[in-house]
C-alpha cells in the first residue's frame, strides 16, 4: 500500500493504524446519512448553495462542488427527500470522479470500478480504503457540510 495522498484532501493521510480502526469500526456500525430534520447542523464553515444547486433537491440527482478556497473538491447526491450524501470527488484508488448510482445509492468509480455505499464506505475494491465523507445538513437555502472522522 502506498503512502500517496495525491487524490485525498489536504490534511488526510491514512496510517495502518487508522486503517485498522476504519475497517474494524465501519464492520460494527454504519453511519446514515443526515436527516437534516433529525440531527443539528454543525459549524463547519462549509457551505452549498441550493439556489445555485437546485438539483440537489431532487431525490437521484448529484453535482460535483468544486470550491477551491476551501480546498474542497466533493460530489453531493440527494439520497432521498431532505437526506444528502457527499463524498471526496476523486477516487482514491485512482484519479476517477465518483458517480451516485441513485438506484442502488451507491458510488461507483467508473475507470476501475471500486464501489463506496452511501456514507463512502469501501464495498468492493480495488481501492483499499474508505473514501472521504461529510455529515450534511439542511439550513435554509444552504446545505452544511462537515467532514466526518475516521
Known amino acids: 500500500m502506498s503512502n500517496s495522498n495525491q487524490n485525498q484532501p489536504p490534511g488526510h493521510s491514512l496510517n495502518r493504524r487508522a486503517f485498522l480502526v476504519s475497517a474494524l469500526c465501519s464492520a460494527c456500525t454504519a453511519k446514515a446519512p443526515i436527516d437534516s430534520a433529525a440531527e443539528e447542523c454543525a459549524p463547519s464553515g ?9 438539483e440537489l433537491l431532487i ?15 466533493i460530489v453531493v447526491a440527494c439520497v432521498e427527500e ?15 470522479d465518483l458517480e451516485w448510482k441513485a438506484a442502488r445509492q451507491l458510488w461507483d468509480c467508473p475507470c476501475h470500478h471500486s464501489i463506496f455505499d452511501v456514507n463512502g464506505l469501501l464495498l468492493s475494491g480495488p481501492a483499499e480504503r474508505d473514501q472521504v465523507a461529510y455529515d450534511v ?8 457540510l462537515a467532514r466526518r472522522e475516521l
Open 137 to 144: 445538513c439542511r439550513e435554509g437555502d444552504l446545505l452544511l
Open 46 to 54: 462549509l457551505s452549498i448553495d441550493l439556489l445555485a444547486h437546485p
Open 59 to 73: 431525490p437521484g440527482r448529484s453535482v460535483a462542488i468544486s470550491q477551491p478556497e476551501n480546498l474542497l473538491h
Open 82 to 96: 431532505g437526506r444528502w450524501s457527499a463524498v471526496w470527488r476523486i477516487c482514491n484508488h485512482g484519479a476517477c
